[in-house]
């Protein structure tokens, strides 16, 4: 993170504040019954006097709920009562089916943001901005050819963060970007890789071979 003005401060409120999450196809009928307004498309955020509300990209409708330590427990009780409970680690797997990447420790400074498809995801400004590696994100944009993309995979056994992705020549050709138990058995996650690498069949994480799935949007801009 980094604060470029002087003025800005940054509060941890973390205490104060409550999120949850709440998908599926009735999500927003189910707010609407609760709140004058839901947001409709992706990233769009409303707010209430008590809660605010951002619709998150997915398979399925996706919203956060963020709420003060006094209302959140009503909100959520009055919302339970028509949902099932999902632990964490579900709503991981249901970023994960969104294609929406994450950087942890293990893999700072590992990928240009191209690699892990945030110009796809709107999550680049190329007129404005100032951070380290601009220079080179803009001249990949502009001039170059994006020659790797995050991709969603399936494996049987379960991966790590920043594990390499090889080939069968075992030859390292990417990282495990985001990982999370299915629903059903195995393991999806997102795997940064090289293209060519993708086109050119088996991949693998240690011994175990990934299946590569339909990715929720365009790779290619």
């Known amino acids: 993170?980094?604060?470029?003005?002087?003025?800005?401060?940054?509060?941890?409120v973390s205490e104060s504040i409550i999120k949850f999450g709440l998908s599926g196809k009735d999500a927003q009928s189910l707010l609407t019954a609760h709140?004058?307004?839901?947001p409709q498309q992706p990233y769009q955020l409303v707010t209430h006097p008590n809660a605010a509300i951002i619709r998150l990209p997915g398979t399925s409708p996706r919203y956060e709920i963020f709420s003060d330590a006094e209302n959140a427990p009503?909100?959520?009780a009055a919302l339970s009562q028509h949902c099932k409970t999902a632990a964490a680690e579900y709503w991981e797997w249901l970023e994960i089916q969104a294609g929406i990447?994450?950087?942890y420790p293990v893999t700072q400074e590992e990928f240009v943001p191209q690699m892990l498809n945030l110009d796809l995801l709107n999550g680049?400004?190329?007129?404005?901005?100032?951070?380290t590696g601009q220079e080179i994100v803009a001249r990949t944009h502009y001039l170059g050819t994006v020659k790797r993309r995050t991709q969603l995979a399936h494996v049987t056994a379960m991966p790590t963060v920043g594990d390499n992705v090889l080939n069968d020549k075992q030859?390292?050709?990417?990282?495990v970007v985001r990982c999370a138990a299915a629903p059903i058995s195995g393991y999806d996650l997102l795997v940064e890789a090289r293209l060519e690498s993708v086109a050119a069949g088996a991949l693998y994480v240690g011994d175990k071979a990934?299946?590569?799935l339909a990715p929720p949007y365009a790779l290619q801009s």
């Open 1 to 12: 993170m980094f604060v470029m003005r002087s003025k800005v401060n940054i509060q941890d």
């Open 35 to 38: 709140f004058s307004s839901v």
């Open 74 to 76: 009503k909100l959520w």
């Open 101 to 103: 990447p994450e950087v």
């Open 124 to 131: 680049i400004n190329f007129k404005k901005g100032c951070y």
């Open 171 to 175: 030859e390292t050709v990417g990282k």
């Open 210 to 212: 990934l299946e590569i």
